[in-house]
Structures are given as structure tokens and as C-alpha cells.
């Protein structure tokens, strides 16, 4: 299954047809990668002793499928079977969340607005591998 984070909030500057642009921020690869493994730190010790099987990426891109928009950006993705639907199998690979640099660069005005991105697109995905939906973060303000 395959769960994909959504484009930037209703609204947000730099979000494509609102007639604005955001300035960019700008972090190099080494301290964008530590941002990340800071926002995978930060969840909760009960969940992250669950979070297993899964492997954490940066990606530069997001290159859309054959099927989607090619003008798609996302800020994150979770590929992989959420817990919730999980039978007990031996041997399966690693569920994987990509974290894309590019989009998320280009979307924040500045280094603290850009930490607070990544944090919040970290926990939007690790919540996939838990089985919590889209509506349900966005309720819950995650979205």
C-alpha cells in the first residue's frame, strides 16, 4: 500500500495557484539529514519502540508516476503495509518513508519554519506505518 503526504496546507505561500511565492530557505544535505533523524528522535519512545521494518530516506525529488500530474510535489511518502493491516509474516522487506528535500526547501521562508516542516512531515508518514489516515491527521492538526 501505498500512502503519499499531501502538498503544502490550504494557503500556505509558494503553494502552487495562491499567487505567491516562498523565498526558499536554504540547508545543505548533512544538516537536512540531521533534522530528520532529530524529528524520528523526538517521537515518543512507547511508538518508536514499534516503529520497526522501516527504513528512512531523503530524496531529493518525488518523481510522479506515469498516472500522476507531473507537476506533483511532495513532501513526503510512506510506502509500505501499515501496521493495522499487517499479518505476521517472516522475511518481508522494510517499509520505506522518503522525506523530499526539494519540496520542502523551496516551501519554507526560513530555517525554523523549515525545522517545523520536516518535523511535521516525519510524524505525518510514521503515522501511516501505524495505520492513522490523512482525514484523521489533518483532524488531529498533523496535516
Same mark, same amino acid.
Given at each position: 500500500m501505498?500512502?503519499?503526504?499531501?502538498?503544502?496546507?490550504?494557503?500556505?505561500?509558494?503553494?502552487?495557484?495562491?499567487?505567491?511565492?516562498?523565498?526558499g =530557505?536554504?540547508?545543505n544535505? *548533512?544538516?537536512?539529514?540531521?533534522? /530528520?533523524?532529530?524529528?524520528?528522535?523526538?517521537?515518543?519512545?512507547?511508538?518508536?519502540? &514499534?516503529?520497526?521494518?522501516?527504513? =528512512?530516506? =531523503?530524496?531529493?525529488?518525488?518523481?510522479p508516476?506515469?498516472?500522476?500530474?507531473? #507537476?506533483?510535489?511532495?513532501? #513526503?511518502?510512506? *510506502? #509500505?503495509?501499515?501496521?493495522?493491516? &499487517?499479518?505476521?509474516?517472516?522475511?518481508?522487506?522494510? *517499509?520505506?518513508?522518503?522525506?523530499? &528535500?526539494?519540496?520542502?526547501?523551496?516551501?519554507?521562508?526560513?530555517?525554523?519554519?523549515? /525545522?517545523?516542516?520536516?518535523?511535521?512531515?516525519? =510524524?505525518?508518514? /510514521?503515522?501511516?506505518?501505524?495505520?492513522?489516515?490523512?482525514?484523521t491527521?489533518?483532524?488531529?492538526?498533523? #496535516?
Amino acid at each position: 500500500m501505498n500512502h503519499e503526504s499531501t502538498p503544502p496546507p490550504d494557503g500556505h505561500p509558494g503553494e502552487p495557484g495562491d499567487g505567491t511565492e516562498a523565498a526558499g =530557505v536554504e540547508m545543505n544535505e *548533512d544538516e537536512f539529514d540531521q533534522a /530528520v533523524t532529530d524529528a524520528l528522535e523526538a517521537i515518543p519512545e512507547a511508538l518508536a519502540q &514499534r516503529l520497526s521494518n522501516v527504513a =528512512v530516506f =531523503v530524496e531529493e525529488e518525488y518523481e510522479p508516476e506515469p498516472w500522476e500530474d507531473p #507537476g506533483t510535489e511532495l513532501l #513526503g511518502l510512506y *510506502d #509500505g503495509i501499515p501496521l493495522t493491516e &499487517r499479518a505476521e509474516m517472516p522475511f518481508q522487506l522494510p *517499509d520505506r518513508i522518503v522525506i523530499f &528535500r526539494g519540496p520542502l526547501l523551496r516551501m519554507c521562508a526560513d530555517r525554523e519554519e523549515l /525545522v517545523e516542516e520536516i518535523t511535521v512531515t516525519v =510524524v505525518h508518514e /510514521v503515522a501511516h506505518f501505524f495505520g492513522i489516515d490523512d482525514e484523521t491527521l489533518h483532524a488531529l492538526g498533523w #496535516g
